[in-house]
């Protein structure tokens, strides 16, 4: 197992979140999106960040929707329930995936949220398959910035969109660590904007949309800390106690400067 897959993954997952819920006084064989929104919103700005993207890239009802490094698949829920697109779930943690699988069914999404574990790098679809792409945190652990994008471009038919909210490099080094996408620098791999709005353009997307939003993320994850202890369902499921901590690290980093937040949307030239 790569080392990614190592730091996302965890034994017995989808019993844990099941425990959770009935802590938090949910019934799992009844469940709705809301319930799910503390542990499946694994990005900042929750739900309402991945409307905005949605809102920004234009999707529209019955598009299909490629979400690369989904994860248990809280964003294509959301897209499909709302939107009433069809998504398919990309991810390397083959746990997330199951697990994802498992929760769209007991919310009843089934028909319009697939997953797919496999690699981001090698993506298991053919070209032209999708309306969009949609890329939300996920690129963060992605050494070959360029087989990433390029794979996404392959996948996507001419004139689709590629939808980003994503992690970059700021103007500090270096990172501190532990932050929720690597807990030391061996598993993150930054660029700063200007690299990543220049590698896009020189594989043939056509910028819509770009917008740093680092303030906006700033202020929510000095609220998510200033919140307190996470109740029993939250993402430390996802990643262990020491969650709460690279949550502050990662404030930090933004703070400083060390990292930037944008959202950004690309037509397939």
């Not at 949910?26 to 542990?39: I, N, S």
């Not at 949609?134 to 392959?154: F, I, P």
Request: net charge negative; aromatic share 6%; charged share 25%.
């Amino acid at each position: 197992m790569c080392d990614v897959a190592v730091h996302y993954g965890r034994g017995g997952l989808g019993e844990a979140i099941l425990e959770a819920l009935r802590a938090a006084g949910k019934d799992p064989d009844a469940l709705t999106r809301e319930d799910l929104a503390p542990v499946d919103q694994f990005h900042t700005g929750g739900r309402d960040a991945t409307l905005e993207l949605a809102r920004r890239a234009g999707i529209v009802q019955d598009a299909t929707v490629l979400d690369v490094g989904g994860g248990l698949g809280g964003a294509a829920r959301l897209l499909a329930a709302e939107l009433g697109c069809r998504v398919t779930v990309l991810d390397l943690t083959e746990e997330y995936c199951r697990v994802g699988a498992d929760l769209t069914r007991r919310t009843g999404l089934e028909a319009r949220v697939g997953f797919r574990h496999g690699d981001a790098l090698a993506m298991p679809f053919a070209a032209g398959a999708f309306d969009v792409v949609w890329t939300q945190h996920s690129s963060m652990n992605v050494a070959d910035k360029a087989a990433l994008y390029g794979e996404c471009r392959r996948v996507l038919r001419p004139g689709g969109t590629l939808a980003m909210h994503e992690i970059t490099g700021g103007t500090g080094t270096p990172v501190h660590f532990p932050v929720p996408w690597a807990r030391d620098p061996a598993i993150s791999h930054l660029v700063p904007v200007a690299a990543l709005r220049a590698l896009l353009g020189d594989l043939g997307f056509r910028e819509r949309v770009w917008e740093d939003q680092s303030a906006q993320a700033l202020a929510w994850f000095r609220q998510r800390l200033a919140a307190g202890p996470a109740g029993p369902l939250g993402l430390h499921l996802l990643l262990g106690r020491d969650f709460a901590t690279m949550l502050g690290t990662l404030a930090r980093n933004l703070d400083e400067g060390r990292v930037r937040v944008v959202m950004g949307v690309c037509e397939r030239a």
